[in-house]
């Protein structure tokens, strides 16, 4: 099966400064990749996503970007701020997979 | 519009107690799923939904129970609650399927003892 692992579980960064949280994916047949937000007792929030048929999307100070050859996959946060502090999930799936495998999130901290 | 609305936020059982949690959504979405997530596990998957009437296994599914009579509710029964379901469940929906994003609820964290 899929196993999605982040490469750090934790990352620290001074406020402004831009982040990179990292994912790394197994399956190649994965074909949609997305990123959630998780502050501190909520739920799991949308950030971005991306399909396999493109190498990078950018929203509102954040990119993503995708490299299917090693299967790896990156979130940029551009000029950090403090409400961007929380754990950072990224998620893929695939045709039929009926599902999304999520990997064990990261915790950035913003340092002011 | 409240999304993905999810009851009771916080619940605590003894052992071989059963209870359901509530999930509801008022986006017409079709898919719904339960998630359950521990500490440095992420989330993984209970059951699934891909419309009333249709439920199907995830990851993680012993103990649980779902059913689907609508498309706005997906209740969550645990049958007999053990120690280790012991988690903070998500309820998560969507229009087409995973592969175009979940609305999460906000949770209900469940301590069984």
């Known amino acids: 099966g899929e196993s999605v692992g982040l490469h750090l579980p934790t990352l620290s960064v001074q406020e402004g400064d831009n982040s990179i949280i990292n994912c790394a994916y197994s399956n190649s047949a994965s074909d949609y990749f997305i990123w959630y937000k998780q502050e501190s007792g909520k739920g799991p929030q949308f950030i971005i996503d991306i399909r396999s048929n493109m190498d990078k999307r950018q929203g509102q100070r954040v990119t993503v970007l995708l490299n299917k050859t090693v299967k790896h996959l990156s979130l940029q946060i551009a000029a950090t701020q403090p409400g961007d502090s929380a754990v950072y999930f990224c998620?893929?799936?695939?045709?039929?997979?009926?599902?999304?495998?999520f990997g064990q999130g990261t915790r950035l901290t913003i340092n002011p | 519009n409240a999304g993905v609305t999810q009851t009771p936020k916080f619940q605590v059982l003894k052992t071989g107690q059963s209870m359901t949690l509530q999930c509801a959504q008022d986006m017409n979405h079709e898919y719904m799923s339960w998630y359950r997530q521990d500490p440095g596990m992420g989330l993984r998957l209970i059951h699934y939904?891909?419309?009333?009437?249709?439920?199907d296994q995830g990851e993680v599914p012993n103990g649980y129970n779902v059913s689907r009579s609508t498309t706005e509710d997906f209740p969550l029964r645990l049958l007999s609650a053990a120690p280790s379901q012991t988690s903070v469940y998500f309820c998560?929906?969507?229009?087409?399927?995973?592969?175009?994003?979940?609305?999460f609820g906000s949770g209900t964290r469940l301590t069984v003892v």
């Open positions: 939904s891909v419309g009333a009437g249709i439920t």
């Open positions: 998620a893929v799936s695939w045709q039929g997979a009926q599902k999304l495998v």
């Open positions: 998560a929906s969507s229009y087409r399927g995973p592969n175009y994003g979940y609305t």
